[in-house]
């Protein structure tokens, strides 16, 4: 059975373009051996469910100040200002549906034998895709997460946040009293430890047969060291985006489209040639 699946295989790619061969025969071989995927995503896999990017065109960024809105400091003298602003977030992810490049990404994680999404997004989109909690590290926090300013309290509770939502009142520690504040990483702040300790573990286990990453312009030096060391044994680095970023250059394939378009593509790609199987 195997043999015959290994010779049918071995026809197909016969018939595929360099470029492609070259991908086929890294992920034909890796059927047979342990397929590990590692996918970064970023604001833009999240852009066609109507969340704005941070510093595209229309990008929160371009329209509001991150100094007074998303550092300890701005939380600080302003926590109202603040919380509106998640609260306003919250309220359009709530409303948003996870898109093809949600769904694609998911449909991976599952035909995958090791796979971690590293996403930088706080949206819940990727889980509702049906991403399960245990292969996402959401690295930049959840919105929908309350925590305490002064404790280690915290609570993911979508009913009670709504309510409190509605009421404008800036939710208090139900431990300590002080404010509570939105789970997610503000500049100047640490990445939360446990989930680094995720990411660190996985690429300590070995390097990745494929990277991709999808929707970010990879600001920060940690997707990009990520991206590369997880890719170092030429595993391909597949890079989503209509933009340059400063991976495109060590990508192995480049794909400058919208990400509701590529990533359904090349997991159809990957599964009809039973690489991820
Ligand atoms: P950015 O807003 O910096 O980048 C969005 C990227 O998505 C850009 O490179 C766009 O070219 C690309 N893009 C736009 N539409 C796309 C689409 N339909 N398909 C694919 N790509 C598309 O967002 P991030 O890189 O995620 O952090 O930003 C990283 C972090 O910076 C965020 O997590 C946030 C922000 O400040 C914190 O708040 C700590």
């Known amino acids: 059975m195997w043999q015959a699946e290994r010779e049918l295989a071995t026809l197909s790619l016969a018939a595929l373009k360099p470029a492609e061969r070259r991908f086929g025969n890294r992920c034909f071989f ?5 397929v590990r995927v590692l996918v970064l995503t970023g604001a833009g896999v ?9 510093r595209g065109k229309d ?23 603040v919380w509106e602003w998640y609260r306003e977030r919250r309220q359009r992810i709530r409303n948003a549906r996870p898109n093809p490049a949600h769904e694609a ?59 409190q939502e509605q009421e404008h009142v ?43 990453i999808a929707g970010t312009t990879a600001t920060f030096g940690y ?20 933009e340059e970023t400063p991976l495109s250059r060590f990508a192995t394939r480049l794909l400058r489209e919208p990400a509701a378009v590529a990533l359904p593509r090349i997991v159809d790609e990957l599964t009809n040639w039973g690489v991820a199987l």
């Not at 890796?30 to 342990?34: R, V």
């Not at 999240?46 to 941070?54: H, K, L, N, R, V």
């Not at 960024?61 to 939380?75: G, V």
């Open 105 to 163: 990404v998911a449909r991976l994680a599952q035909r995958t034998n090791e796979f971690l999404l590293v996403t930088q997004n706080v949206d819940d989109l990727h889980a509702r895709a049906g991403i399960p909690a245990e292969k996402m590290v959401q690295i930049h926090g959840d919105i929908f997460v309350t925590r305490c300013s002064g404790c280690d309290f915290e609570r993911r509770d979508y009913e009670h946040e709504y309510e």
């Open 170 to 212: 800036i939710p208090r520690c139900s431990k300590c009293d002080a404010l509570t504040r939105p789970g997610v990483v503000w500049f100047g702040e640490q990445l939360p430890w446990n989930e680094l300790q995720r990411v660190e573990n996985y690429l300590d286990r070995g390097a990745s047969d494929l990277v991709i």
């Open 46 to 54: 999240s852009a066609e469910s109507g969340i704005p990017t941070f």
């Open 223 to 242: 997707i990009v060291d990520w991206a590369l060391w997880s890719s170092r044994d030429g595993g391909e680095l597949i890079e989503v985006n209509p």
């Open 59 to 81: 990008g929160y960024w371009r329209n509001f100040d991150p100094s007074k809105l998303a550092t300890p400091e701005a939380f600080a003298r302003d926590p109202q200002l």
């Open 30 to 34: 890796s059927i047979f051996t342990f």
